[in-house]
């Protein structure tokens, strides 16, 4: 594992990991989706319980009411709760949603993933852009990186680091799949056999620039 990673605590290890990689995946900016992993700042198996009786869920905080617009493609609360990357891919899924499709900046629709009341998207809103710039800086610093709201080529890097990361993220999809295939009905779940949601395929090559 790449060392500025293996230093942060293992939770951390797996939220920086697995948001890198569904960024990659679903073309989202990274540092949009680590925004969100650390102020969402779920766990998992973890359940908040909301004032109006729905759930916040797992890594990402997926909101039980949400989960039950996806139940037509087979995702449940137990397969966001899990560890491992798959809630990190489905938040990076929807993010790419909003930011194709919404109004707004890039920033009101990303917080979207929070809230579309303009009251609770502000101020989810805010905090968000700060949480960005911190981890667009740091990705900066160990990354070949492309800002993609201004023109100009990729800070320097040799593609490297990310290919690292992506190793990282599939044996921590490895783990995940083999602790939850133990459980009853988990086993044979697979989100690419249900259709309307379909994981990307990573294409990467070193110094392409990713």
């Known amino acids: 594992m790449l060392p500025f990673i293996a230093d942060m605590p293992p939770l951390e290890q797996e939220r920086v990991v ?39 869920v797992g890594p990402m905080q997926f909101n039980t009411a949400y989960l039950g617009d996806l139940e037509k493609y087979g995702i449940t609360a137990d397969d966001v709760a899990a560890s491992g990357c798959y809630s990190f891919d489905l938040a990076a899924w929807r993010l790419r949603g909003h ?51 201004a023109q100009g080529g990729a800070t320097p890097g040799d593609g490297t680091a990310m ?28 989100p690419s056999q249900q259709s309307g949601y379909v994981p990307r395929t990573i294409t990467f090559s070193a110094g392409a620039g990713q």
């Open 99 to 149: 930011i194709l499709h919404d109004s707004g900046d890039i920033w009101t629709r990303a917080a979207n993933y929070h809230s579309r009341t303009p009251k609770y998207n502000a101020i989810y809103r805010t905090d968000l852009m700060q949480k960005a710039v911190k981890w667009a800086d740091w990705l900066d610093e160990h990354f070949s990186t492309v800002n993609v709201t």
């Open 18 to 56: 697995c948001s890198i990689s569904a960024a990659v995946k679903y073309e989202v900016p990274a540092n949009i989706v680590l925004a969100v992993a650390e102020k969402e700042g779920g766990r998992p198996g973890q359940r908040v319980r909301n004032s109006n009786g729905t759930h916040d």
């Open 163 to 190: 290919q690292q990361v992506i190793q990282e993220a599939a044996r921590i999809e490895a783990d995940s799949s083999i602790e939850q295939s133990g459980r009853q009905g988990q086993g044979s779940y697979s």
